[in-house]
Structures are given as structure tokens and as C-alpha cells.
């Protein structure tokens, strides 16, 4: 392809002959180490490293073009400056690819909570309808069936593009995370549907205020094609913002939430049957959603007002639904053999926490303990509101270690003993290996105890603790087949 066709629409700084329009590009590189003869290098200033410093290395590797933001001179190549690369790599990489999203129903799903288990539910929906789906998301990818191993949500702005191009699968599901919007990963990426779940206080250490983190979210509405449309949770303040903005750009919203303004109205949440009735178009239906938790109904809408959008009958989407097995990590349950549950479960914000504690009682558990930490240099703002969560919803809860990152251990221990002294009364204690946290709780429970362990999901462990486990899923079931076996 001509370098010409790649760059027509970039703002460019630098002025170019003719002649370097005319190069020949034979690939995309955004790592100088992936460069071979031929690829036009693009330059990006990261947060662990600068792409400019390594533009030499991109030519040695037979790099035939640069493009980056710095003024630089000088080189052996052609250099054309940008007002931003990260954006010019994805407007690049979709026409290099061939403009991939406009020939699939591509689904874009954002917010805070909610995002994975609401793609794989779709998934599932729609493939048990006759649709072939590819998935981006948190735990993997799926690309014509094969899992692959996610190391972000979003994947980087060419990783997202190859990605796509290999898809055979005629629907293109991606997690959006406000990360990946802030960075401009999904550029050039244009959506039939964009759904928001909610907003809640989280990454504040990254976008600084719920007002910025919101606009950051915003920005995959600007990602819709011509016709595309939205589906928007407006239980939640930002859902109710979001749909007066997306009204104003006359983009067609539908709705859900328990006010008679949605498209589907929420009459009631039987939360021990996890049962959703529901008014749509004046018709009154009922739908049960397959894992349980409040969010996780919320989730079951979200999936079924898509489905619907693309023409699925709704006994049939009721019908997918009751075969869907939930998501590793999400609100995952355990039973034990003495009577009690166990749930595993990704929440990390205060009304996340907030759902799984709720389920659990509405459930009719005899008691419910909560067990969960917080992750060294992530937003500290949201903890008191977690704490508060834990205090109001659990009989009793359980500080220990999520990641510590970079943070010191025994830094980590002292937050959470001043948390405790501060916040827990008699109500929480402090046990910081997370493994003898869950065999604590484990070993104090009784017949229809519940015992929420919350941070974590599916995640595995990024430190060794006292047992010789990998995860918290793992954790419960090496306690229970050992603390047990000889008890029953």
C-alpha cells in the first residue's frame, strides 16, 4: 500500500515531496523490535518508554518511514511529524487493514463494572442463535474460536487492529476500558452498538476526577457508525448524563432502568430468585438471569436488549440464556461441604462490593463475611467508601492483600491496621496473607454462611502467600478439600 493512502487524513506538521508519498508500505510497527524491511514505524510517547528514542533502532531494522509528534531532523528516512501518533497509528491501521469494522457487527461495551460478564453473555446469546462471535476482553480473547491469552482489557491500538483482521466471525465484541479510550486504542474502530453498564468511583488515580472519567467513557460514543445505536443503564446518575448527551447528538438510545422514560422498564428484581420482570414497548415479560448478584441481572438486560436489537426472538434469548455457565471470577459460587458458600467475585468498588453483600443477604444467608484488600498505587479515594460498604452490608469482614505492586508490605499491613482501628470496631480484624485470610473464614463458618471474597476475581496471584496456591478460587477449593476430608 502507498503511503499516500495511509496518511490523506492525518494532520500532518511536516511538509513531504511527492516521491516519499509514493513509498510502499509493507507493514505497521508501534515496537521497533517488530520492524522489518518495508514498515512504517510509528513513534509513541508510552508511559514506560518513548517510541522516539527508538527510531534508530527501527531503521536499522529496515523501517522505510517514521512517523511521531517530536521535532526531529536529520534522519536517513522520511519523517512526517503528527499532533498525535497514538491516533495516527489507528486511523493508519485501519486503512491498512481495509477498514475491517465496517464489514462486521461490531459491539463496543463500556463502564466500570460489568463489562465482562456482559460480553460473554452476548456471546454465548448470540452464538446459541447462529451468529459466530469474536471477543476482546479482561479474562481472554476469542478470535474463530480460539482463546488467547488477554493482557489488557483493551489491547493496544495495532494489536486491536490485527486482531480484527485475522476475525472470520461476523460479530466483533470488545471490552472498552477508559484506559483504552483515553489512549485513543480503538481508533479508526467504528461500532453498530455501544453499551454503557454504569460509572462508579474508580481509576481516580489515573483520570483524577469522576467528571474526567466519565468524558473518558463519552469518547466511545463518538465511535458509532452512521446508524449505530446505544443501549445505556439509567440507573445511574452517569447513565442518566450520558442519554441526555446522546439525545442531543440524535443518536438512538435505548434505555433500561426502573423508570417508566426507558425503552425497558425494570419493575422488579426478585434478587433470591434472580428474576428481572420487565416492561418493554408495553409488553410485560420476565426473563432469569443465570448467575446471580444484582449487578449480574442488570448484566442479563443489558444482553437481552442487545440480542433483541439484532432481531433474536425472545423466547430464544430467554432459552440461551438459562445454558449460559457465568464467568470465571464473577460472582462464582462455591459450596462447601459443611453448608456454607463461597463467592468469588472481581468487585473492587464500594457499589460493586455493595451487590455481591446484598445477594448474599437477600439470599437469606445466615451470616455474611467479607473478605478483600486494596491494590498498592491504585486510587486510594475509593477506599473509606468500600470500607463503609463492608461495615453497613457483612456481619464481619476480613482486611488482607490484593496486589501490592510496588508498594512495601509491611506499609500495606500498617494501612490496613490504621484502616481497621479507625473503621472496623469489633466488626473487622486484620489477617495479611490472603490465603490463611480465606482459611480464617473458612474455618469459622457454619451451615448457610455466606463468605464474599471480593478483588481478585480470576485473577491469579501476583505474590506467594502462605499456601501453595495461585488463586482465590484455588485457595477455597485446596482449604476445603484439605480442612474437610476427614470431618465428612
Not at 473 to 479: A, C, F, K
Request: hydrophobic share 40%; proline share 2%; net charge negative.
Amino acid at each position: 500500500m502507498r503511503l499516500k493512502q495511509l496518511i490523506e487524513t492525518l494532520d500532518i506538521k511536516s511538509k513531504l515531496e511527492p516521491k516519499v508519498k509514493d513509498l510502499s508500505i509493507l507493514g505497521l510497527a508501534d515496537n521497533s523490535a517488530d520492524v522489518l524491511k518495508g514498515y512504517l514505524f510509528v513513534a509513541i510517547e508510552g508511559f514506560d518508554a518513548d517510541g522516539h528514542n527508538y527510531i534508530t533502532h527501527a531503521i536499522e531494522n529496515g523501517a522505510c518511514a517514521i512517523i511521531g509528534e517530536k521535532n526531529i531532523d536529520s534522519l536517513p528516512i522520511p519523517y512526517i511529524q503528527v499532533t498525535n501518533s497514538r491516533k495516527a497509528l489507528g486511523i493508519i491501521a485501519n486503512i491498512f487493514y481495509g477498514n475491517l469494522s465496517d464489514h462486521k457487527v461490531m459491539i463496543g461495551i463500556t463502564g466500570t463494572n460489568g463489562k465482562t460478564t456482559t460480553s460473554q453473555m452476548i456471546k454465548h446469546i448470540l452464538e446459541a442463535n447462529g451468529h459466530s462471535c469474536s471477543l476482546i476482553g479482561t479474562i481472554h480473547n476469542v478470535i474463530n474460536g480460539q482463546v488467547y491469552q488477554s493482557n489488557n482489557t483493551t489491547p493496544g491500538t495495532l494489536a486491536l487492529h490485527k486482531l480484527l483482521s485475522e476475525s472470520k466471525d461476523n460479530v466483533f465484541i470488545i471490552e472498552v476500558s477508559s484506559h483504552g479510550l483515553a489512549q485513543h486504542r480503538i481508533e479508526g474502530i467504528k461500532f453498530d452498538f455501544c453499551l454503557f453498564t454504569n460509572l462508579e468511583h474508580e481509576h481516580l488515580d489515573f483520570h483524577k476526577t469522576m467528571d474526567a472519567y466519565f468524558q473518558a467513557k463519552l469518547l466511545l460514543f463518538d465511535h458509532l457508525k452512521g446508524s449505530g445505536q446505544a443501549i445505556v443503564n439509567r440507573d445511574n446518575v452517569w447513565g442518566e448524563k450520558l442519554i441526555n448527551i446522546l439525545d442531543e447528538r440524535e443518536i438512538i438510545v435505548h434505555s433500561i432502568g426502573h423508570s417508566d422514560k426507558n425503552t425497558l422498564q425494570i419493575t422488579d428484581l426478585l434478587i433470591e430468585k434472580s428474576i428481572i420482570k420487565f416492561t418493554e414497548i408495553k409488553n410485560n415479560s420476565w426473563i432469569s438471569s443465570p448467575i446471580m448478584g444484582v449487578h449480574n441481572m442488570y448484566n442479563s438486560v443489558m444482553s437481552y436488549s442487545l440480542a433483541k436489537l439484532l432481531g433474536i426472538e425472545e423466547s430464544n434469548i430467554v432459552n440461551s440464556l438459562k445454558g449460559f455457565q457465568g464467568v470465571k471470577g464473577r460472582f462464582q459460587i462455591i459450596s462447601l461441604r459443611n453448608g456454607a458458600k463461597v463467592v468469588v467475585d472481581y468487585a473492587h468498588t464500594a457499589e460493586a462490593i455493595s451487590h455481591c453483600l446484598t445477594t448474599a443477604q437477600k439470599s437469606g444467608a445466615n451470616k455474611v463475611t467479607q473478605i478483600f484488600g486494596f491494590r498498592g498505587n491504585r486510587d486510594k479515594s475509593k477506599r473509606e467508601g468500600m470500607i463503609f460498604v463492608a461495615k453497613e452490608l457483612s456481619d464481619r469482614f476480613v482486611l488482607t492483600m490484593d496486589d501490592l505492586n510496588s508498594v512495601p508490605e509491611d506499609e500495606m499491613i500498617e494501612s490496613l491496621n490504621k484502616i481497621n482501628s479507625h473503621y472496623g470496631n469489633n466488626q473487622g480484624i486484620v489477617i495479611p496473607d490472603r490465603t490463611n485470610a480465606i482459611k480464617w473464614a473458612i474455618e469459622n463458618s457454619s451451615y448457610n454462611d455466606w463468605i464474599i471474597i471480593t478483588g481478585k476475581g480470576h485473577e491469579n496471584y501476583k505474590q506467594k502467600f502462605h499456601l501453595p496456591t495461585k488463586s482465590d478460587e484455588e485457595t477455597v477449593l485446596y482449604i476445603e478439600n484439605n480442612l474437610f476430608s476427614n470431618l465428612f
